[in-house]
């Protein structure tokens, strides 16, 4: 069984006016399944735009992608939707749910799509909405939700097609710092636990702490920080602690 994203000397540029921007430059990564990986960065360092092609919304303008074992960088733009709901789940830091639907509703809509049965359906969206804590708010539309809430229906809607990876762009930006922890250990949790894969992306050093494993994103380039020892364990010690 080879990698779940493999990525090689993937090049994304911008053209801004007479400039180019270079978002990545020749980035070259691979994910297994079961990680719990931040992509960390400064604002405007590419972290969007590696997760953007990790979860084929955008499309390299050199290098290769493959998902799941297969090469899919010269799949074309209209069947790459098709690639995203079968490979992928997404969580964003403006929580994208739907406003005229309800917590029950927003979770099981991936599934309506996907053609799933109602029986099934409802088995599976109430299971998640007990995992992630909100079976009492079931009947909840996204505005009678706080934050954290909304942001616990996203993590249940992006897990509900049992995806080979769930991709999360700054989650915690919108929450303050205690509700940005609590959903940062829902997500370690539901990896411990579920063995979900975990791609998030973050400027928040407590964020990044969590992580098994991080990858540092500056100007559009990638340093990868040496595995922690087992996962969930901080890699970040405070100078002078270590042994
Ligand atoms: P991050 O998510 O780490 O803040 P981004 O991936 O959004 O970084 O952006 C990386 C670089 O690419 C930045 O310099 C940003 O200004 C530029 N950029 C991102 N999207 C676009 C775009 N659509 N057009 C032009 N430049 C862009
Ligand atoms: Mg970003």
């Known amino acids: 069984m080879g990698s779940a994203i493999q990525l090689s000397n993937v090049v994304r540029n911008y053209q801004l006016g007479k400039t180019m921007v270079q978002a990545a430059r020749g980035v070259s990564l691979e994910f297994q399944r079961g990680e719990f990986t931040a992509l960390a960065g400064a604002s405007g360092s590419g972290k969007t735009t590696l997760l953007n092609i990790i979860g084929c919304i955008d499309k390299p ?22 690639l995203r709901n079968q490979y992928f789940g997404y969580i964003f830091q403006t929580f994208n749910l739907v406003a ?7 979770v099981e809509l991936p599934l309506v799509l996907a053609g799933m049965p109602a029986k099934q359906r409802r ?12 079976a009492n708010h079931r009947h909840h539309r996204p ?4 934050g954290g809430q909304r942001q616990r229906v996203a993590i249940a809607r992006a897990l509900v097609t049992e995806p080979l990876a769930v991709l999360a762009d700054e989650p915690t930006a919108n929450l303050d710092s205690k509700t940005g922890a609590d959903i940062i250990e829902l997500m ?10 975990f791609i998030f992306s973050t400027h928040d050093h407590h964020i990044i702490n969590r992580a098994s494993r991080v990858i540092w994103v ?6 990868e920080q040496a595995p922690a ?10 100078s002078g602690t270590n042994p």
């Open 61 to 82: 303008d050199a290098g290769r992608i493959s998902v799941d074992g297969k090469d899919v960088t010269d799949v074309p733009l209209h069947r790459l939707a098709g």
């Open 100 to 106: 005229v639907l309800d917590a029950f509703e927003n």
């Open 143 to 146: 505005q009678e939700l706080s």
């Open 123 to 134: 088995e599976r969206v109430e299971a998640l909405l007990e995992s992630v804590g909100l």
């Open 229 to 238: 020892e087992h996962a969930g364990a901080p890699l970040l010690r405070a």
């Open 218 to 223: 500056s100007d559009g380039a990638v340093r």
């Open 188 to 197: 370690a949790s539901l990896n411990a636990s579920r063995r979900v894969t």
